[in-house]
């Protein structure tokens, strides 16, 4: 009698145990406003899982972890919000993993021309090893890397010509992401590649500083492109991934359980923001359509000379990020195509 009671009180013990450790009561939480910076707008994917990062962490931390979400660059384009994090003035954003490649070279690779064939592929690779341990070497550069959300493959537009092969390109001002090896592929490809922070492209491209740029389709769409680009030609040459970002130096001031319980949001957003940017891009396309974008797709074969005009390019590039990483990035895509 008395034992089959204990047996009862522990179970019960047991169980208010774990409900308690779940809604984060007895954990180690302390009320926190924690700033999120983006560089889309609010209509953006990024904003819709911005706002999924907001509600979440509230919801798991039982209201004690608040976010507040800034988007449209509000904190600065990508790379003036890194600088902010290392410095410990912003506790987090997302931004592209090109601008990064300037603090963790290898960041780079995702750069490289015509990796990847499919979003699967890419999830693959970047919750794999490879993309989990380029998320690590960020945090001897002052930042922790917490998930990857899809910003997509990118296609180009500009206000010139539609693009049927690579030789169109030549002479058309084109907007790439700030590193070496966007502006060599573009270059290579023949047109003259102009680096700029995403938060100066609309203007740019309204005042035609430059004539093109080049963004997934969802981005496209949500910055309103289509109001002074015309042309859109469909060539997906790179998949570019976003990556939730944590200043270190705020990170370290955190309990295990808060980290915990930002790691859980952060990971939920993920799933919520793949699924959406995919849903999305479909959308996107008819509204592009709709508002009179002249849309052409470049063809199988052009893509296979696009390919092999910029191989010089990839070879250089591969040399500098280093063999072994460009040969393990291929063979987990190898893995995840088979
Ligand atoms: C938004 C950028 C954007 C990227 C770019 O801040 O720069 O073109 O595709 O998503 O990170």
Redesign the pocket.
């Known amino acids: 009698m008395i034992k089959q009671f204990k047996t009862r009180i522990l179970v019960l013990a047991t169980v208010l145990s774990c409900t308690v450790a779940g809604v984060a009561a007895a954990a180690d939480v302390k009320p926190r406003l924690i700033r999120f910076g983006?560089?889309?707008n609010e209509e953006s994917v990024?904003g819709r899982a911005a706002r999924h990062l907001a509600q979440e962490l509230e919801k798991v931390s039982g209201g004690k972890l608040k976010m507040r979400t800034f988007g449209s660059?509000n904190l600065g384009?990508?790379e003036q919000m890194q600088s902010a994090l290392v410095g410990g003035a912003q506790e987090m954003m997302?931004?592209?993993t090109?601008?990064l490649a300037g603090m963790v070279k290898e960041f780079g690779v995702f750069d490289l021309p015509f990796l990847f064939n499919s979003e699967k592929e890419a999830d693959a690779v970047l919750d794999g090893p490879l993309g989990q341990d380029l998320l690590k070497k960020l945090e001897a550069k002052g930042l922790v890397g917490l998930v990857y959300w899809e910003?997509g493959f990118?296609n180009m537009t500009n206000s010139k010509r539609p693009i049927t092969r690579a030789e169109d390109l030549q002479g058309i001002k084109l907007?790439?992401?700030?590193n070496q090896i966007a502006l060599g592929v573009f270059n290579t490809l023949g047109a003259n590649a102009v680096p700029m922070?995403?938060?100066e492209?609309f203007t740019a491209l309204e005042t035609r500083t430059v004539d093109g740029?080049?963004?997934?389709i969802t981005?496209i769409q949500s910055s309103k492109f289509y109001e002074v680009q015309p042309y859109l030609t469909i060539t997906r040459h790179v998949y570019?991934p976003?990556v939730v970002l944590a200043s270190k130096k705020w990170w370290d001031t955190l309990s295990p359980d808060e980290q915990k319980l930002i790691r859980q949001a952060a990971a939920s957003s993920r799933d919520f923001e793949r699924q959406d940017s995919r849903a999305d891009s479909t959308k996107a396309m008819g509204t592009l359509e709709k508002n009179g974008m002249k849309i052409n797709t470049v063809t199988p074969e052009e893509v296979a000379r696009m390919r092999q005009k910029v191989q010089p390019v990839v070879d250089k590039y591969t040399q500098e990020l280093g063999p072994e990483l460009v040969k393990q990035l291929n063979d987990e895509i190898q893995k995840a195509r088979n």
């Open positions: 983006y560089g889309l990024q660059a384009s990508d997302v931004g592209s090109a601008p910003n990118r907007r790439v992401m700030q922070p995403f938060s492209l740029q080049e963004n997934p981005t570019t976003w």
